[in-house]
């Protein structure tokens, strides 16, 4: 009988075949309804045949006796016809399930696996950082076993609607401030059960977590941050959570962020005690560096050129107070104003961070130099001592800035009478000195004169003691224009002059040891400018001398200083590059 079967199945498909070939020159229909009632044996003919060419140029196969033998005795490895589909399984499974019913006997063991697809920002004022991930979870239900079945397929991807109807660990992040599932452009779960019960879910979420933060040494400073797993409704006895063998991965090599670089993704499971038992706590931790090249070159070079501007002021010298006064004033505002626009991105801790240390201290060099500035200006300022006489230097055809323009004409071709006018005028000026004795001399600023002592001679004329008194009042010895002339310049020369002002013609009027000073007439010439000093009034006065004192240590005091400061914030830098970075490293 085996062999009668044999033989059957030998025959009957070339039988077929030749009968195909056949049709095809009969009829279109009968050909159709050929194929349709032997459709499934012409495909397996072309399953266990090779075909070749015969002589008349058709096809035809080649029949291995011994492929057709292994062929009927092997079994078939094709779907089985009565295999039972996905609705059909689903409706047998879920007929009699419970979702309120924990799976098994004893506890589920759920296994949690995390991919990171990115992390977005991180926030030092509210210290909390955003990421997404895809978060799975796996766990065998007895109940959802279908492989008795004969399913035609040993897997199903459903809907994420079904997961309404299964049972859950109900598991969730307890320290996220805000958690959502992506819905672009529908709900991102995925969902899958196996022949054998397991259920693989997989949830893609938003996660907003909180961050641990010491700023103590800010801008070299370490973030952590910190997402906690664990299931809401079971303790331990029911369900035992757990990392997978994958645990938690990123899903590109290098994750960085404006201000942050990950380190490293750490994973703990921790057995944490509540009222109502033991709860499995999974936890993935984030490891952050922050990069401070934006806050080197925002505050610390900024930093460095304003302390270094700062000393320019040590060697301006003693004399240039308001110029010095305007660089330490300056420096110091802008070093407030860079470190208010830096701190205001932080939150308001109330520690000292090691940006507050930077910047302190370069306030302090620069409030120190104001310091020393004050105390310069404290030595070298004038207490009503006489003042140094200036030099006198004739400058034909030449105007100094701020004084009038007084001009004068001597020809050396003038009246006999004017002479002789001349000659009695000096002539009184020098009775006029033998009779008062005691004499001021006053630096104006333009002429060096002496004027003096008020007498009621000098003071009878308001508009003369005015236009004598307007250059101790002015330190650029302005004389407004006309002013006090009433057309005689030669008058206004004289008493600005002093009350000797000789000239080359009438040099009699003036002793050789008289400490007059002699001002020169030049044809076409004013007098304006100083080049030579004046004759010393005698021995140095101890006002004088103790000015001179004060104004020497002020000197010496610029030069240490411009010594100490740069020295000392050396130091500084040492100090406090070395005790930062090395923490870093």
């Known amino acids: 009988m085996f062999e009668g079967i ?15 070939i056949l049709l095809l020159y009969d009829g279109t229909d009968a050909r159709k309804a050929f194929f349709r009632r032997n459709s499934r044996h012409l495909r397996r003919l072309s399953r266990l045949y090779d075909w070749e060419v015969d002589e008349n140029g058709s096809f035809r196969p080649v029949i291995d006796a011994d492929r057709v033998q292994r062929s009927a005795r092997a079994p078939t490895t094709t779907r089985p ?128 977590g909180p961050c641990e933060m010491d700023l103590t040494r800010f801008p070299f400073d370490n973030v952590t941050c910190k997402l906690t797993f664990e299931s809401f409704n079971y303790n331990t006895d029911e369900v035992e959570m757990s990392w997978s063998k994958l645990g938690v991965s990123k899903m590109r090599e290098k994750m960085e962020l404006a201000d942050y670089e990950l380190m490293e993704i750490n994973t703990e499971k921790v057995k944490v005690p509540y009222p109502a038992g033991f709860w499995h706590e999974l936890s993935m931790v984030f490891h952050f560096k922050r990069r401070a090249g934006w806050y080197i070159l925002q505050a610390y070079l900024p930093t460095y050129l304003t302390i270094f501007i700062s000393w320019i002021s040590f060697v301006l010298g003693t004399k240039a107070i308001p110029a010095r006064t305007m660089l330490g004033v300056n420096s110091l505002l802008a070093m407030t104003f860079q470190f208010g626009n830096i701190i205001r991105n932080l939150p308001r801790v109330s520690y000292v961070k090691a940006i507050d240390v930077w910047m ?88 060096y004169r002496r004027q003096p002592h008020a007498t009621p001679n000098n003071i009878t004329d308001e508009e003369n003691t005015a236009l004598l008194g307007m250059p101790r009042d002015n330190d650029y010895g302005y004389i407004p224009p006309g002013y006090g002339l009433n057309g005689n310049i030669k008058t206004a020369m004289s008493m600005l002059a002093g009350s000797c002002a000789c000239h080359k013609n009438a040099p009699q009027c003036c002793p050789a040891n008289d400490n007059h000073q002699l001002v020169s007439q030049q044809d076409s010439s004013i007098i304006e400018d100083w080049s030579e000093p004046a004759p010393s009034a005698g021995p140095t006065s101890p006002a004088t001398a103790a000015l001179h004192r004060r104004e020497r240590l002020a000197a010496t005091i610029d030069k240490l200083s411009s010594i100490f400061f740069p020295s000392l914030f050396a130091l500084f830098n040492v100090v406090y590059w070395y005790y930062y970075l090395d923490y870093v490293q």
Request: glycine share 4%; charged share 15%.
């Open 360 to 447: 302190l201290s370069c306030m302090t060099f620069v409030f120190c130099s104001l310091l020393e500035l004050a105390w310069v200006g404290f030595l070298s300022r004038d207490d009503g001592a006489p003042a140094k006489p200036k030099p006198v230097h004739p400058a034909p055809n030449h105007r100094r800035p701020g004084s009038q323009n007084m001009h004068y004409q001597a020809t050396s071709q003038q009246q006999p009478q004017q002479q002789q006018q001349q000659q009695q005028h000096s002539q009184q000026h020098h009775n006029h000195l033998h009779n008062h004795s005691a004499i001021q001399y006053e630096n104006s600023g333009s002429l």
């Open 6 to 20: 044999i033989g059957y199945r030998v025959y009957l498909p070339s039988i077929l075949l030749f009968t195909t």
């Open 81 to 208: 016809h009565n295999c039972n589909n996905d609705s059909y399984i689903l409706e047998t499974i879920l007929a009699k399930y419970n979702r309120h019913k924990i799976p098994g006997v004893g506890a589920v063991q759920v296994e949690v696996d995390v991919w990171v697809q990115e992390i977005t920002t991180i926030s030092d004022i509210t210290s909390d950082f955003q990421l997404d991930i895809y978060i799975s979870e796996m766990w065998m239900d007895p109940a959802l076993d279908y492989s008795w079945m004969e399913p035609c397929k040993y897997n199903l991807s459903l809907n994420s609607d079904l997961l309404k109807k299964l049972w859950t660990p109900n598991s969730c992040f307890i320290n996220s401030k805000t958690a959502s599932i992506h819905e672009s452009p529908f709900m991102n779960i995925f969902l899958m059960i196996y022949s054998n019960g397991s259920v693989w879910t997989n949830y893609r979420l938003k996660l907003q």
